[in-house]
């Protein structure tokens, strides 16, 4: 079956530091991808999104590309702020409608 | 506009007791979905409805959660003899017609104790 593996957690870096979330799948075919985060206390928000290969989403300065020949979509921010602090999720979509998720990872940025 | 909305937010229940959550999603939205989300985890599906039919059930764990949705607006997620395995963050998105981005409401947190 489907399936995401994310980078276990918790992640700790410095303000202004670059970050990167590692995300691969397991999928037949060809599923669309997503970043969704949950800031404390609030619910899940998608971050960002990509449908087919080679795809790059991008929201609030952070990409994710969506690499079919290595089956990855991670996470990246060249410069990370302290209200980046949040869990974050990687989740694919294919044909079925219900969103399978990885783990999640917990980032702090301490300033 | 008004996003998706969960009530309760909290909610302790003793084992074996009933349980009713109620969401809320966006005005319009078709698509209705539920999630669990154990402490940690990522959240896991439960069931799908398209408007008032439930087209997917099959993230249940057991017969006795049932979820429903008789007008295709508002949505129930209703636990039965509850059991210390069932606490988790329950969640509620909704999507529009047409689009791929589900909305998710802020969850309600079940205590089985």
């Known amino acids: 079956g489907n399936s995401v593996t994310q980078m276990e957690g918790p992640v700790t870096l410095s303000e202004e530091a670059f970050l990167t979330i590692n995300c691969t799948y397991t999928?037949?075919?060809?599923?669309?991808l997503f970043w969704y985060v949950q800031y404390p206390g609030e619910g899940l928000q998608l971050l960002l999104k990509?449908?087919?290969?080679?795809d790059k989403g991008s929201n609030k300065g952070f990409e994710a590309t969506y690499r079919k020949e290595t089956t990855s979509f991670h996470l990246e921010k060249g410069s990370v702020q302290v209200s980046d602090s949040a869990v974050y999720f990687c989740?694919?979509?294919?044909?079925?409608?219900?969103?399978?998720f990885g783990q999640g990872t917990r980032l702090t940025i301490n300033p | 506009g008004a996003g998706v909305s969960q009530s309760p937010r909290y909610k302790v229940a003793k084992r074996g007791q009933d349980v009713a959550l109620r969401c809320d999603p966006i005005?319009?939205?078709?698509?209705l979905f539920w999630y669990q989300q154990a402490l940690g985890q990522g959240p896991e599906f439960l069931t799908y409805?398209?408007?008032?039919?439930?087209?997917?059930k099959s993230g249940l764990p057991s017969d006795r959660f049932f979820a429903e949705r008789p007008e295709g607006s508002v949505s129930t997620l209703k636990i039965q003899r509850t059991q210390q395995e069932d606490s988790a963050v329950y969640l509620c998105?909704?999507?529009?017609?047409?689009?791929?981005?589900?909305?998710f409401g802020p969850g309600t947190r079940l205590l089985v104790l």
């Open positions: 998105a909704s999507r529009d017609r047409g689009r791929e981005t589900q909305y």
């Open positions: 999928a037949t075919g060809y599923p669309s």
């Open positions: 990509a449908t087919k290969a080679d």
């Open positions: 989740a694919l979509r294919q044909g079925a409608q219900k969103l399978v």
């Open positions: 005005s319009g939205h078709v698509s």
């Open positions: 409805f398209q408007n008032e039919a439930q087209l997917d």
